[in-house]
Protein backbone atom coordinates (compact mmCIF):
# COMPACT_ATOMS: atom_id res chain seq x y z
CA UNK A 1 0.00 0.00 0.00
CA UNK A 2 1.23 3.58 -0.98
CA UNK A 3 2.01 5.62 1.96
CA UNK A 4 -0.37 8.47 0.24
CA UNK A 5 -2.71 7.79 -1.94
CA UNK A 6 -4.71 9.69 -3.87
CA UNK A 7 -7.31 9.79 -7.15
CA UNK A 8 -4.91 11.53 -10.16
CA UNK A 9 -7.93 12.00 -11.79
CA UNK A 10 -8.30 14.78 -14.00
CA UNK A 11 -11.38 16.16 -12.67
CA UNK A 12 -13.06 18.64 -14.87
CA UNK A 13 -15.61 20.52 -13.53
CA UNK A 14 -17.72 23.71 -14.42
CA UNK A 15 -16.68 27.24 -13.43
CA UNK A 16 -18.45 27.99 -10.34
CA UNK A 17 -18.97 24.63 -9.28
CA UNK A 18 -18.14 22.77 -5.57
CA UNK A 19 -15.47 19.92 -6.28
CA UNK A 20 -13.55 17.56 -3.24
CA UNK A 21 -10.63 15.33 -3.60
CA UNK A 22 -9.82 12.62 -0.77
CA UNK A 23 -6.30 11.43 0.37
CA UNK A 24 -5.37 8.22 2.38
CA UNK A 25 -2.80 7.47 4.51
CA UNK A 26 -1.39 4.95 5.84
CA UNK A 27 0.57 5.53 8.85
CA UNK A 28 -1.55 6.44 11.67
CA UNK A 29 0.97 8.24 13.61
CA UNK A 30 1.35 11.09 11.06
CA UNK A 31 0.55 14.25 12.54
CA UNK A 32 1.27 16.72 9.89
CA UNK A 33 -1.13 17.26 6.22
CA UNK A 34 -0.75 19.51 3.75
CA UNK A 35 -2.16 20.31 0.60
CA UNK A 36 0.06 21.56 -1.94
CA UNK A 37 -0.88 22.95 -5.23
CA UNK A 38 1.17 22.50 -8.33
CA UNK A 39 0.65 24.48 -11.60
CA UNK A 40 2.01 22.77 -15.05
CA UNK A 41 5.63 23.06 -15.26
CA UNK A 42 6.12 24.39 -12.09
CA UNK A 43 7.28 23.81 -8.74
CA UNK A 44 4.70 22.88 -5.61
CA UNK A 45 3.42 25.49 -3.48
CA UNK A 46 1.69 25.48 -0.17
CA UNK A 47 -1.95 26.07 -0.25
CA UNK A 48 -3.08 25.12 2.79
CA UNK A 49 -1.87 23.05 6.25
CA UNK A 50 -5.02 20.69 7.34
CA UNK A 51 -6.06 21.12 10.95
CA UNK A 52 -7.70 18.36 13.41
CA UNK A 53 -10.60 20.56 13.92
CA UNK A 54 -11.11 21.09 9.93
CA UNK A 55 -10.22 25.03 8.63
CA UNK A 56 -11.21 27.13 5.83
CA UNK A 57 -9.96 29.53 4.23
CA UNK A 58 -11.76 31.23 1.66
CA UNK A 59 -13.28 29.08 -1.12
CA UNK A 60 -11.16 25.90 0.48
CA UNK A 61 -11.37 23.85 3.08
CA UNK A 62 -9.60 21.30 4.65
CA UNK A 63 -10.66 18.16 6.73
CA UNK A 64 -9.02 15.69 8.81
CA UNK A 65 -10.36 11.88 9.82
CA UNK A 66 -7.62 10.59 11.43
CA UNK A 67 -9.75 7.13 12.45
CA UNK A 68 -10.25 6.24 8.47
CA UNK A 69 -6.67 8.20 7.94
CA UNK A 70 -7.75 10.43 5.12
CA UNK A 71 -7.52 14.11 4.41
CA UNK A 72 -9.77 15.86 2.23
CA UNK A 73 -10.16 19.43 0.17
CA UNK A 74 -12.95 21.03 -1.19
CA UNK A 75 -13.02 23.78 -3.18
CA UNK A 76 -15.93 25.81 -3.69
CA UNK A 77 -17.22 29.05 -6.61
CA UNK A 78 -14.67 26.87 -8.94
CA UNK A 79 -12.30 29.10 -10.37
CA UNK A 80 -10.57 28.86 -14.18
CA UNK A 81 -7.72 29.65 -12.20
CA UNK A 82 -8.30 26.44 -9.86
CA UNK A 83 -6.97 24.22 -11.87
CA UNK A 84 -3.99 22.66 -11.24
CA UNK A 85 -2.95 19.10 -9.63
CA UNK A 86 -3.64 19.13 -5.75
CA UNK A 87 -0.45 17.34 -4.18
CA UNK A 88 -1.88 15.38 -0.76
CA UNK A 89 0.74 15.54 1.50
CA UNK A 90 1.68 13.30 5.10
CA UNK A 91 4.75 13.62 7.28
CA UNK A 92 6.53 10.48 7.85
CA UNK A 93 6.79 10.41 11.28
CA UNK A 94 9.92 10.94 13.75
CA UNK A 95 11.38 12.82 10.78
CA UNK A 96 11.52 16.10 9.11
CA UNK A 97 10.31 14.16 5.70
CA UNK A 98 7.02 15.30 4.05
CA UNK A 99 5.56 12.34 1.81
CA UNK A 100 3.87 13.61 -1.14
CA UNK A 101 1.16 11.51 -3.04
CA UNK A 102 1.27 11.40 -6.75
CA UNK A 103 -1.62 14.31 -6.79
CA UNK A 104 -4.97 14.84 -8.34
CA UNK A 105 -5.80 17.16 -11.40
CA UNK A 106 -8.54 19.27 -11.70
CA UNK A 107 -9.64 20.79 -14.76
CA UNK A 108 -12.40 23.89 -14.34
CA UNK A 109 -14.10 24.53 -17.66
CA UNK A 110 -15.36 27.64 -19.21
CA UNK B 1 13.15 37.39 -0.45
CA UNK B 2 14.71 35.58 -3.61
CA UNK B 3 13.14 32.35 -2.97
CA UNK B 4 15.10 28.90 -3.61
CA UNK B 5 17.19 29.23 -6.42
CA UNK B 6 18.28 26.09 -8.88
CA UNK B 7 20.26 26.18 -11.41
CA UNK B 8 20.54 24.96 -14.33
CA UNK B 9 17.07 24.91 -14.93
CA UNK B 10 17.41 22.98 -18.23
CA UNK B 11 20.14 20.65 -18.84
CA UNK B 12 20.55 18.51 -21.89
CA UNK B 13 23.46 15.78 -21.84
CA UNK B 14 24.12 12.17 -22.88
CA UNK B 15 24.45 8.78 -21.06
CA UNK B 16 27.46 8.67 -19.14
CA UNK B 17 28.43 12.41 -18.54
CA UNK B 18 28.46 13.59 -15.06
CA UNK B 19 25.37 15.83 -13.85
CA UNK B 20 25.50 18.51 -11.39
CA UNK B 21 22.33 20.46 -9.86
CA UNK B 22 22.58 23.25 -7.90
CA UNK B 23 20.61 24.89 -5.18
CA UNK B 24 20.86 28.22 -3.04
CA UNK B 25 18.22 27.70 0.13
CA UNK B 26 16.26 30.43 1.66
CA UNK B 27 18.75 31.98 3.52
CA UNK B 28 17.70 31.18 7.47
CA UNK B 29 16.56 28.23 6.49
CA UNK B 30 18.15 25.29 8.47
CA UNK B 31 16.57 22.27 5.97
CA UNK B 32 17.26 21.68 2.87
CA UNK B 33 15.31 18.51 0.60
CA UNK B 34 16.41 17.19 -2.93
CA UNK B 35 13.54 15.74 -4.74
CA UNK B 36 12.82 13.93 -8.29
CA UNK B 37 9.41 14.22 -9.71
CA UNK B 38 8.44 11.98 -12.47
CA UNK B 39 4.75 11.29 -14.03
CA UNK B 40 4.98 7.48 -13.35
CA UNK B 41 6.65 7.93 -9.52
CA UNK B 42 5.75 11.63 -8.43
CA UNK B 43 7.04 13.45 -5.97
CA UNK B 44 10.20 11.85 -4.72
CA UNK B 45 12.72 13.03 -1.73
CA UNK B 46 16.23 12.05 -2.64
CA UNK B 47 17.80 13.61 0.39
CA UNK B 48 17.62 15.80 3.14
CA UNK B 49 20.04 18.11 5.50
CA UNK B 50 19.88 20.13 8.64
CA UNK B 51 22.52 22.53 9.27
CA UNK B 52 24.52 21.56 6.23
CA UNK B 53 24.30 17.66 7.89
CA UNK B 54 22.96 15.01 5.40
CA UNK B 55 20.39 13.72 7.92
CA UNK B 56 18.41 11.12 5.88
CA UNK B 57 19.91 9.93 2.32
CA UNK B 58 17.72 6.72 1.79
CA UNK B 59 15.46 8.05 -1.12
CA UNK B 60 18.83 8.13 -3.21
CA UNK B 61 18.57 5.45 -5.93
CA UNK B 62 22.23 4.44 -6.16
CA UNK B 63 25.51 4.90 -5.65
CA UNK B 64 25.78 7.11 -9.09
CA UNK B 65 23.90 10.01 -6.75
CA UNK B 66 25.36 12.14 -4.37
CA UNK B 67 24.29 15.14 -2.40
CA UNK B 68 26.36 17.92 -0.82
CA UNK B 69 25.60 21.19 1.50
CA UNK B 70 29.26 23.02 2.25
CA UNK B 71 27.82 25.96 3.22
CA UNK B 72 24.58 27.15 4.82
CA UNK B 73 23.50 28.69 1.15
CA UNK B 74 24.86 25.95 -1.39
CA UNK B 75 24.36 22.48 -1.87
CA UNK B 76 25.22 20.41 -4.92
CA UNK B 77 23.08 17.11 -6.36
CA UNK B 78 25.72 14.93 -9.06
CA UNK B 79 24.74 12.27 -10.98
CA UNK B 80 27.58 10.35 -11.86
CA UNK B 81 27.67 8.33 -14.52
CA UNK B 82 23.60 9.81 -15.99
CA UNK B 83 21.28 7.53 -17.49
CA UNK B 84 18.23 8.02 -19.39
CA UNK B 85 16.14 6.66 -16.78
CA UNK B 86 17.59 9.53 -14.39
CA UNK B 87 15.49 12.04 -17.03
CA UNK B 88 13.21 13.89 -14.30
CA UNK B 89 12.64 17.23 -12.72
CA UNK B 90 14.75 17.72 -9.52
CA UNK B 91 13.30 20.36 -7.07
CA UNK B 92 15.78 21.91 -4.28
CA UNK B 93 13.31 23.08 -1.02
CA UNK B 94 13.94 24.59 1.76
CA UNK B 95 12.27 25.41 5.50
CA UNK B 96 12.98 27.10 8.61
CA UNK B 97 11.67 25.44 11.90
CA UNK B 98 11.33 26.61 15.06
CA UNK B 99 11.76 23.78 17.68
CA UNK B 100 9.01 20.95 17.52
CA UNK B 101 6.33 21.15 14.51
CA UNK B 102 6.17 20.81 10.84
CA UNK B 103 6.05 23.86 8.16
CA UNK B 104 6.15 25.06 4.63
CA UNK B 105 8.59 23.77 2.38
CA UNK B 106 9.20 26.08 0.01
CA UNK B 107 10.44 24.80 -3.33
CA UNK B 108 13.08 26.31 -6.22
CA UNK B 109 11.62 26.26 -9.76
CA UNK B 110 13.44 22.76 -10.68
CA UNK B 111 15.64 21.36 -13.17
CA UNK B 112 14.58 19.61 -16.22
CA UNK B 113 16.93 17.08 -16.89
CA UNK B 114 17.14 15.10 -20.03
CA UNK B 115 19.55 12.10 -20.55
CA UNK B 116 19.92 10.90 -24.15
Known amino acids: RKEVEQDPGPFNVPEGATVAFNCTYS??????FFWYRQDCRKEPKLLMS???SGNEDGRFTAQLNRASQYISLLIRDSKLSDSATYLC???????????FGTGTRLKVLA | DAGVIQSPRHEVTEMGQEVTLRCKPI?????LFWYRQTMMRGLELLIY????????DSGMPEDRFSAKMPNASFSTLKIQPSEPRDSAVYFC??????????????FGPGTRLTVT
Open chain 2, 93 to 106: ASSQTYGTGYYEQY
Open chain 1, 27 to 32: NSASQS
Open chain 1, 50 to 52: VYS
Open chain 1, 89 to 99: VVNSPGTYKYI
Open chain 2, 27 to 31: SGHDY
Open chain 2, 49 to 56: FNNNVPID
